[in-house]
């Protein structure tokens, strides 16, 4: 969907059309592939990514007749950002997918940047029957040497399918939104039915103002334009504002305190450094979207609400036709400071752990929750628990798990007694000097992932190492739920209060556990692990 500052020669290569182009990219990807032996040792188990090839953004995300459907950003001739269509995968579960063919193809004329698709149950669109509802796939259009439009001018465009997903036809009347004057940074509209107008709500955004743009349809194919957000607060020259999405949840799960949660992906400057996910939570009239308090201009950005504290979710996005379930989200697992370095082969990219939201008060604030899916939790059920005793550790003190494996379920809950610092290592190496190491100092509140010696992290200079949020633990207690694959660890603090989401990259081998107490005793209860959940 994007560029980043790192793909300087595919985007030269876009002024180019036709075969020229498509040459200079094969001949790119295959550069990159003879350069970068295959790595299976960090292929994700319990994460979707493409056999081979690049992948970014998810997009569309949808449930229909009992499977799940996933389209993302992709360019499948390279490992690199090029020519972006949209990739498909689907799944009963959301942890086992099946590669589909390409569902929405770039063209010399046309990239294929990211969106959303509805299901359009009551054919409101026309484009389909009240027998065989379509499918509608919103994204934005990027186009080259067409002579209504000038080169790079981005649109929101229209695709829809009446096979349930499997084949997609460009709708005639494209583009069905433009700016005016047109814009090149005019992209990722995101749909949700507002049943309280009954219609359809529109956001997009032009990405370098970090304005949000809201739109309203009763027929999926007239939009009409309704306001914009753009709050006072944390904003940098040269921040990209991408992927909004608008979602409705009832604080507390009282369903007479309802709220509205604005979400955009901000690149740069996020929390963790590069890319990140930033929320607001406020209220929406059916207009226009107005956020609770913000923090005092010039906050640093510890004050504003993230999604993740880690370095490696981006591009957040939610699944439709779900119901009246708990929303789910499902985002890019990287980041384009480094994204396009990555040492993973014959792929480069992949999904992280899809979750479920509710939003609850949080030390007096209204917060996101997020925890794995009912279907990752039954998978964990499936595959068999270890329970162990509860541990009491000393000052400098640590203990080995007796448990090993690459692919980990891990959930254990710290009682500090008169410790400063304690937590766990994961995929560390018999030696002990490999390991992802998750801390928290009981003295200042900040929980601490620590990748610098997780494995191979030289790819790249921007591959940030450290990544600590604020997190209060009453009383003194602390609970961890670590979901740890082959190349990343994702970790939900406080029954999902607070995310961190980073990639790694261990040697062969790394795949003990260990926690530790720093500077006094800590108490560790609840410790249950399930290895090898796939």
Not at 17 to 37: E, K, M, R, T
Not at 99 to 121: L, Q, R
Request: proline share 8%; net charge negative; hydrophobic share 35%.
């Amino acid at each position: 969907m994007k560029r980043s500052d790192q793909t300087v020669p595919l985007d030269t290569a876009r002024r180019y059309h036709g075969l020229a182009a498509a040459c200079l990219v094969l001949i790119l990807s295959s550069h990159a592939q003879a350069q970068d032996p295959a790595t299976p040792q960090w292929r994700p188990a319990l994460h979707f990514s493409p056999a081979e090839h690049w992948m970014n953004d998810p997009n569309g995300p949808f449930l229909l007749d009992g499977t799940y459907h996933l389209f993302y950003q992709y360019n499948p001739a390279g490992m690199v950002w090029g020519p972006m269509s949209w990739g498909h995968a689907t799944s009963t579960d959301l942890l086992h997918w099946h590669e589909e063919s390409v569902a929405i193809s770039s063209s010399p004329n046309e990239d294929i940047f990211s969106g959303t698709v509805v299901y359009d149950s009551r054919n409101s669109s026309g484009l389909g029957s009240a027998s065989a509802p379509p499918l509608l796939a919103f994204h934005t259009s990027v186009f080259h040497g067409n002579p209504a439009h000038p080169d790079g001018t981005q649109a929101q465009s229209l695709s829809y399918s009446l096979d349930g997903g499997a084949h997609w036809r460009s709708y005639e009347q494209n583009p069905i939104l433009t700016l005016e004057p047109e814009s090149r940074q005019f992209r990722d509209p995101s749909v949700v039915w507002y049943p309280q107008g009954q219609c359809w709500i529109m956001t997009t955004v032009v990405a370098d103002a970090q304005l949000v743009k809201l739109y309203r349809s009763t027929d999926l194919l007239h939009w009409s334009f309704l306001s914009d957000f753009q709050p006072s607060g944390y904003r940098k020259p040269g921040m990209l504002w991408e992927m909004p999405l608008l979602i409705p949840l009832s604080l507390d799960g009282n369903p007479h305190d309802p709220r509205w949660v604005m979400i955009v992906s901000v690149n740069p400057w996020s929390i963790a450094g590069g890319s990140g996910v930033q929320y607001f939570v406020g209220r929406f009239d059916g207009t226009r979207f107005t956020p609770d308090a913000l923090p005092p201009e010039g906050s640093d950005p510890s004050a504003y609400d993230w999604l993740d504290h880690g370095a490696d979710q981006y591009a957040t996005i939610r699944f439709a036709n779900t119901g009246t379930e708990a929303p789910l989200l499902i985002g890019w697992m990287s980041n384009w400071d480094y994204a396009s370095t990555l040492p993973t082969a014959p792929w480069r990219g992949q999904a992280t752990l899809p979750v479920q939201l509710a939003l609850k008060t949080v030390d007096g604030h209204p917060t996101l929750i997020q925890t794995p899916t009912p279907t990752y939790e039954e998978l964990i059920r499936r595959q068999g628990i270890a329970a162990f005793a509860d541990r009491d550790l000393g000052s400098s003190q640590t203990w080995r798990v007796p448990l090993v494996g690459d692919v980990l379920d891990i959930r254990v809950t710290l009682h500090r007694g008169d410790a400063v610092r304690a937590g766990i290592v994961v995929r560390q190496s018999p030696d002990g000097r490999t390991g992802t190491v998750i801390s928290y100092d009981f003295t200042t509140g900040n929980l601490t992932l620590d990748r610098s010696h997780s494995g191979e992290v030289a790819f790249s200079p921007r591959f940030s190492l450290t990544h600590i949020a604020h997190l209060s633990a009453p009383d003194g207690v602390l609970s961890l739920h670590l979901v740890v694959d082959r190349n990343s660890v994702e970790l939900f603090a406080n029954g999902g209060a607070l995310r961190m989401t980073d990639l790694v990259f261990p040697p062969a081998g790394s795949d003990r556990v260990s926690l530790f107490s720093d500077g006094g005793r800590t108490h560790f209860t609840g410790i249950r692990i399930s290895a090898s959940a796939r």
